[in-house]
């Protein structure tokens, strides 16, 4: 099992930059795909960006390609959101989320068992 907590969030102007963090505790996060996800007030969970265990491969909503990179270091148990020139339509909750170990990536957020509590992302104009 993974325990999941989320921090980094804040309020920043656009054009501003962040980066989120999602520190795991548990034996099997070193083996578990990560995922973020973001909901805005009134709409459904989306997917961001998701890293496989081994940290080769990544995945990006097509909204945020090209302005955030996801990674991790399995040696601290932390996965890292870096977003970059953001703009104010990206203001949402973000968490993060686990699969079950050598699970592969996937965006559906059905599919993820463990969830952090969130962080607020608030991108002021």
């Known amino acids: 099992q993974v325990q999941l907590v989320e921090s980094g969030g804040g309020l920043v102007q656009a054009g501003g930059s962040l980066r989120l963090s999602c520190a795991a505790s548990?034996?099997?996060?070193?083996?578990?795909?990560i995922s973020w996800f973001r909901q805005a007030p009134g709409k459904e969970r989306e997917f961001v960006a998701a890293v496989h265990w081994s940290g080769g491969v990544t995945n990006y909503a097509d909204s945020v390609k090209g302005r955030s990179t996801i990674s991790r270091d399995n040696a601290k148990n932390t996965v890292y959101l870096q977003m970059n020139s953001l703009k104010p339509e990206v203001t949402a909750v973000y968490y993060c989320a686990a699969r079950n170990p050598f699970s592969n990536i996937y965006p559906d957020p059905q599919v993820y068992p463990y969830w952090g509590q969130g962080t607020q992302v608030t991108v002021s104009s």
């Open positions: 548990g034996r099997t996060f070193s083996s578990s795909p």
